[in-house]
């Protein structure tokens, strides 16, 4: 089957829509409304590539061949607007342990409550509320990470979490992944015959070899996929990743769908801008550069670095807003230099730190989508990333420049070439923040959840319902030749 992935023109009037029909494996037909017309495919084993021409502009959108047909376009699937009954397995609890998921999840949870569905949260049991926007909290007995004391873990298959799910009587189970816990929503799915998404929040792969034994790393792609070949959809936070799990084959490329980015613009906004916590993370110097990052403090998260970067700007500080296992190893990294280290700060307090800094800098090369680096350009604040995982999504390569600047991974001279001008300009600091908080005005989590809900949800339970026909096909076969019987629809 082939399946068309469209680009979007955000300034084409009047709107692209294209559609496909499969006649054969060399025929591909295109409906084009518009001023965009097809002048040309390119097509390889596996894949092809449309170009699409408007007043002489060419932008390229992939087509894909896929083994499997894909589910029908939104308005042909039957209710999905539907209130549904969603069982979400969340690991570690995005209410106690801070992650990047933690607002992801926080957010989703709310806005699928306000558009009507039915919410059961299961998650490990540390600092589980008793009730959050009305869904139903479920703490399961968790245990530490063997490799990471501060993660709590939990398999989630006891008799009282199987009876709570089952008395729910859930439409679809959502589990993160990867981790323990997905292994019990995935039984208790299948115990209980019903779709599961599984979306992919940690890359594991590459953590391995900094926390445990490097020959890991193949076993744990073999478990990763295990369990995305299982489930009937799979999300990702970027397509970075995205493009990672199709080039190891963890599942069918038609079955990852991208869980579009979404940041509190209310909460992070340059109006937090405080004088007073600016003196605190200067370690009371106020009129000097200020550097600033926030997130968990992890050896994976090459934060090292930034020692590196530092020590070429004598005259600037730099602040670390958050916890995490590697942070005393820091606090010894950048004895006797010009850090501040918080601690985690949460609130008002967390909205001021962001927006009282002058730049802010995220060396990790493994964020799957790097939402610390969404809220300080929502505050104002210009950032310089790491040109890895999922951040070129956030600062594409049309927007370099303009609302943030990418280094190359491990070159400190392009850092320095980028990080230096900002901290030297004020003029132009105040430029790209503007530019950073207007582009991430566009982006929402109530719409990043209405599209899960309608559209995602949906996809996996048409891939379900297709999976369970062709399952029980040979049995309903013979039953019909058998009894003679008329055939049994499933989708």
């Known amino acids: 089957m082939l399946s068309i992935y469209p680009c979007t023109t955000s300034s084409l009037t009047p709107k692209l829509t294209l559609t496909t029909r499969l006649h054969s494996r060399k025929q591909l037909k295109l409906k084009q409304t518009g001023f965009v017309k097809c002048v ?35 308005e042909e699937i039957e209710g999905n607007s539907k209130p549904r009954r969603i069982a979400l397995f969340v690991e570690p609890s995005p209410f106690a342990y801070v992650s990047g998921y933690k607002n992801r999840f926080q957010n989703f949870i709310r806005y699928l409550r ?46 009282r979490i199987i009876s709570e799910v089952a008395n729910f009587k859930p439409d679809i189970i959502h589990a993160s992944s990867p981790g323990i816990m997905v292994f019990g929503a995935l039984f208790i799915a299948k115990l209980l015959c019903v779709p599961i998404v599984m979306s992919y929040h940690t890359h594991v792969p590459i953590y391995i070899p900094r926390y445990t034994f490097s020959w890991l790393v193949t076993p744990m792609w073999l478990v990763i996929k295990f369990l995305h070949r299982a489930a009937d959809l799979t999300l990702v936070p970027s397509a970075a990743i995205g493009r990672d799990l199709e080039a190891a084959r963890v ?33 009371g ?43 005393e190893e820091l606090e010894n990294i950048f004895s006797g230099m010009p850090a501040i280290f918080t601690g985690m700060l949460q609130g008002e307090e967390l909205s001021q ?10 060396p990790s090369e493994s964020e799957t989508l790097g939402l610390v680096v969404l809220e300080a350009m929502s505050s104002g604040v210009p950032v310089v990333a790491v040109r890895a995982g999922g951040i070129p999504d956030i600062i594409s390569d049309d927007q370099e420049g303009k609302t943030g600047f990418l280094y190359n991974p491990g070159d400190i001279d392009d850092c320095l070439s980028k990080l230096v001008p900002l901290l030297a300009n004020q003029e132009l600091r105040e430029i ?7 582009d991430m005005e566009q982006y929402d989590w109530r719409a990043a959840t209405r599209k899960i809900r309608n559209e995602q949800y949906n996809a996996a339970i048409w891939f379900w319902r297709k999976k369970r026909a062709e399952l029980l096909g040979p049995i309903q076969r013979f039953f019909r030749f058998i009894f003679n019987s008329p055939e049994v629809k499933y989708g």
């Open 432 to 438: 790209m923040g503007k530019a950073a908080r207007e």
């Open 251 to 283: 599942t069918a490329g038609n079955k990852i769908r991208l869980w579009n980015k979404g940041v509190d613009s209310e909460s992070f906004h340059p109006r937090f801008r405080s004088q007073e916590m600016r003196l605190r993370l200067s370690g």
């Open 353 to 362: 730190a962001y927006a009282s800094g002058d730049v802010f800098v995220m």
């Open 114 to 159: 306000e558009m009507g569905d039915e919410v059961m949260v299961v998650t490990t049991h540390e600092g589980v509320p008793e009730e959050f926007y009305g869904a139903k909290l479920i703490g399961s007995r968790s245990f530490p990470c063997p490799w990471y004391k501060k993660v709590p873990l939990s398999l989630a298959l006891s008799p």
């Open 40 to 74: 040309g495919v390119k097509r390889r084993r596996g894949s092809g590539v449309v170009f699409l021409r408007k007043d002489n502009k060419m932008s390229i959108t992939e087509v894909r061949e896929e083994e499997e047909e894909g589910p029908p376009l939104l």
């Open 285 to 327: 110097e106020p009129e000097k550069p200020l550097i600033i990052h926030v997130g968990r403090l992890g050896v994976e998260k090459s934060l090292d670095f930034l020692k590196v970067v530092m020590d070429k700007l004598p005259d600037a500080r730099i602040a670390f807003i958050g916890d995490g296992p590697y942070r």
